[in-house]
């Protein structure tokens, strides 16, 4: 048997996440660097408590501007004081409303650069390891910063994502960048389901990466994200895909 986690993004100002809630088996919720707030982090919270959600933090860069996704050159000190300020908080709001902090998934800029850079992936390992060594660190599938939390003996979760393209080397193409993401949802279907059952994806060169597929991201800020999280549900029923956190 085959089984995956499904995750989103949350707490990022879409008004799709209530919905999404109850088609996603883990949430990673904006910790109010790059999106969300005290408030909204709250109501992630307690949304997730009543679908039986896995919560997770989903820190990025203090750039509310550029919605955390635009590189930055920032030490690793920095970055280390900065996770350890966001998870604390989602983890006090989760403890207080009965819940227990599950992952942490960093976000946007802040993801890729970690994918990379070993000097960023280590900070940010060591920060989580040193909120809660039981919380799974979530990145790129075959990424430094999955090495960097099995370095730290953390359980690493390797992430794949449905609607972008991806490089020779298994990176994702910049969102700069032509294909970066995928619009055609066949395309997407068929991306996701050959990254589950075969552990491969095409890049955008014609050449097939390896991946491990442990956990697929949703993007809940789509036009048809909700129709196609539907749909991506329905072919891992027909492909005998359990969808757990």
């Known amino acids: 048997m085959i089984v995956v986690d499904l995750n989103a993004d949350l707490g990022e100002g879409c008004g799709s996440d209530a919905e999404l809630l109850t088609l996603i088996s883990s949430a990673?919720?904006?910790?109010?660097?790059?999106?969300g707030d005290a408030q909204t982090m709250r109501e992630c919270v307690r949304e997730a408590l009543k679908n039986?959600?896995?919560?997770?933090?989903?820190?990025?860069?203090?750039?509310?501007e550029n919605f955390g996704r635009t590189a930055m050159n920032v030490s690793a000190e920095t970055i280390y004081a900065?996770?350890?300020?966001?998870?604390?908080?989602?983890?006090?709001?989760?403890?207080?409303e009965g819940g227990q902090l599950r992952h942490v998934k960093p976000h946007g800029a802040l993801y890729n650069q970690a994918a990379k850079a070993p000097a960023l992936a280590e900070a940010i390992a060591r920060a989580v390891h040193d909120v809660d060594p039981g919380l799974i660190l979530?990145?790129?599938?075959?990424?430094?910063?999955?090495?960097?939390?099995?370095?730290?003996?953390?359980?690493?979760?390797?992430?794949?994502?449905?609607?972008?393209g991806y490089q020779a080397d298994g990176r994702l193409v910049p969102r700069t960048e032509p294909g970066a993401l995928i619009a055609d949802e066949e395309h997407a279907l068929a991306?996701?389901?050959?990254m589950v059952l075969r552990g491969r994806v095409k890049s955008l060169s014609g050449e097939w990466a390896t991946v491990q597929a442990q956990t697929v991201c949703l993007h809940g800020d789509g036009e048809h994200a909700l129709a196609?999280?539907?749909r991506l549900r329905n072919e891992f029923r027909l492909n005998k895909i359990t969808i757990s956190a």
Not at 52 to 64: E, K, M, N, Q, W
């Open 138 to 164: 979530v990145g790129l599938a075959g990424s430094a910063l999955i090495r960097a939390g099995q370095r730290a003996g953390l359980l690493t979760r390797e992430e794949v994502f449905a609607d972008r």
């Open 191 to 194: 991306q996701t389901l050959e």
């Open 52 to 64: 039986g959600v896995a919560i997770g933090a989903h820190p990025g860069f203090a750039d509310r």
């Open 28 to 35: 990673n919720i904006a910790c109010g660097f790059h999106a």
């Open 228 to 230: 196609f999280a539907r």
């Open 82 to 96: 900065q996770m350890l300020y966001q998870i604390g908080a989602l983890h006090a709001i989760t403890r207080a």
